[in-house]
């Protein structure tokens, strides 16, 4: 089995119901996270990124389709690199973690990023 690494970590701004982020769609945190943790990784080709997982509870409003793709796509990431979204209700980001890293372990994916997204206003 291949070993697995976790490379670097970003997170959104922790909000409150109601709050400044009140307004941000779910999607677009997620986003902002994943421009974030590619331009701390400038090393990184984008194309090379094999499979974005993203751990989702809600999945009303926006976050209703494929929120992780969703994101994929808006933090610029080329048309080539899936999404998909894992709900587990508690724990859904950290399943989206394991689920990464067991495609890598196994060597279905040399590359994935991973994590999860929630907005409890929206």
């Known amino acids: 089995m291949t070993t697995v690494y976790i490379v670097d970590a ?14 941000v769609r779910p ?3 997620a986003a902002h996270a994943l421009r974030e943790l590619l331009a701390r990784t400038p090393a990184l080709d984008p194309s090379r990124i094999e499979d ?8 009303a409003g926006e976050e209703n389709r494929n929120v992780a793709r969703m994101a994929a796509l ?15 209700l508690c724990a859904s980001g950290l ?7 067991r495609a890598i372990a196994v060597g279905d ?9 929630e907005s409890m206003t929206r």
């Open 10 to 23: 970003v997170r959104t701004p922790i909000g409150r119901y109601n709050g400044a982020l009140a307004s």
């Open 27 to 29: 999607d677009d945190l």
């Open 52 to 59: 974005v997982y993203l751990g989702n509870a809600n999945g």
């Open 74 to 88: 808006l933090a610029g990431l080329p048309t080539s690199v899936p999404g998909v979204t894992v709900n587990r």
């Open 95 to 101: 399943e989206a973690v394991i689920q990464a890293a």
């Open 109 to 117: 994916a040399h590359i994935t990023l991973a994590g999860g997204v």
